[in-house]
């Protein structure tokens, strides 16, 4: 979902061989703060992924992580900020099905990143409120959501034309 290309190699987890074929994913996400393993130095590469987890994954992609943290940490704070921005919406249990909506409703939440650092770090949310920027996982990978509405429509043979108005002067866009 962040686009990431997966680092090659050892992993720093006991039970991860650098010829695992998801070390390079492990890597990277444990490169970017994404996944931390197990406690114990190991990461359980073929283990399910609970609900929780992917949960936590994608919250802290979104940069939500201080959020989560103040708002309890693991697994309740994830869940609760999950939760707030509707990452949840429409999962019911915790499927690869399920997984792959958590995934989808996460790519159009709006980020969040930090402005100030030191002991009074500030962070704030990438909603296009407010003259703040507007930053999501798919604006993060030049992927943009256009919408519009079908004027008309055409067949000829088996492809189906249609013409749209745009709904924004901001981007263009072809049939």
Known sequence: ALGYDPAAGATKFTDVPADHWASGYINTCEGAGIV???????????????????IKMLVVALGFEPMAAQKGGWPTGYLVVANSYKITEGVSGSTR???AVLVYNALSTPMMDQTTYGADAEFEILDGKKDRDYRT?????DIYVATGIVM?????????YFTAT??????????
């Open 137 to 141: 996982l798919l604006t993060d990978m």
């Open 36 to 54: 931390s393993g197990m406690g114990d130095g190991t990461f359980a590469p073929d283990a399910n992924v609970t609900y929780e987890q992917a």
């Open 97 to 99: 099905a399920d997984v």
């Open 152 to 160: 008309d429509t055409e067949k000829a043979e088996d492809l189906a």
């Open 166 to 175: 745009e709904d924004s002067d901001d981007l263009e866009f072809e049939e």
